[in-house]
């Protein structure tokens, strides 16, 4: 199974680039569907930020006037400053979200993907051939007896990073680095459904047919 969907892996990202289109375009359905919902949920969220902000400078000033005790202003200031902290961090989310329109890597790119990957299936260790696919396979679905359709993710690439063609490949370097092939890495990407393989033991040693 792990020689199959390797194998599927490094040919998905070196021939099946339809596939890759397909995925990115039905993310960039997706992503403009949620616009509305991000804008008014980052709306809400800096709202409630610039009312807890006031609430914080309210509690000091009473305390500047000596309304209210220092214990009282300690307990409430900390639940107002985490709250401040979340509601920052989740319009930073937001706002990132909604800019990140989807956008295919450039074919270079992902030539240069497959080649890693041919590498670390070549010569890599066993923890670099286990990195690569917690990094790049998202799961693999059964379709039948012994026949699997692997779900692969696509690096992330903002149309942002096309606009200067030497920075083209800066938003999946992390992913092709033999070393830093991670499952933490941050930016995991888009989905995409692979090819589905078939996979029939011939003579004790497993065959491996791809149907596109």
Not at 30 to 48: C, F, V, Y
Not at 82 to 106: D, G, H, K
Not at 176 to 194: E, I, K, S, Y
Request: proline share 5%; charged share 20%.
């Amino acid at each position: 199974m792990e020689h199959a969907v390797t194998t599927a892996l490094a040919g998905f990202y070196r021939d099946q680039h339809h596939l890759i289109a397909d995925a990115i375009a039905q993310a960039q359905a997706t992503h403009t569907a949620g616009q509305d919902g991000w804008r008014a949920e980052l709306t809400a969220a800096e709202h409630e930020l610039a009312r807890t902000s006031a609430a914080i400078d309210r509690y000091l000033t009473a305390f500047e006037n000596g309304t209210l005790d220092p214990e009282d202003l300690a307990k409430r200031l900390a639940q107002l400053t985490t709250r401040s902290a979340q509601l920052r961090a989740r319009r930073e989310q937001l706002a990132s979200q909604a800019a990140a329109s989807p956008a295919a890597p450039p074919a270079a790119t992902l030539r240069q993907i497959a080649e890693h990957i041919d590498e670390i299936i070549g010569a890599g260790t066993h923890a670099q051939r286990k990195a690569l696919i917690e990094a790049l396979v998202a799961n693999v679905r059964i379709t039948g007896p012994r026949r699997i359709v692997p779900v692969f993710r696509i690096p992330q690439a903002t149309r942002a990073e096309h606009t200067d063609s030497s920075d083209a490949v800066s938003g999946v370097r992390a992913m092709t680095n033999l070393v830093g092939l991670t499952c933490q890495h941050p930016n995991p990407g888009w989905l995409a459904d692979g090819p589905e393989i078939a996979i029939r033991a011939v003579g004790g040693t497993p065959s491996l047919n791809v149907f596109s």
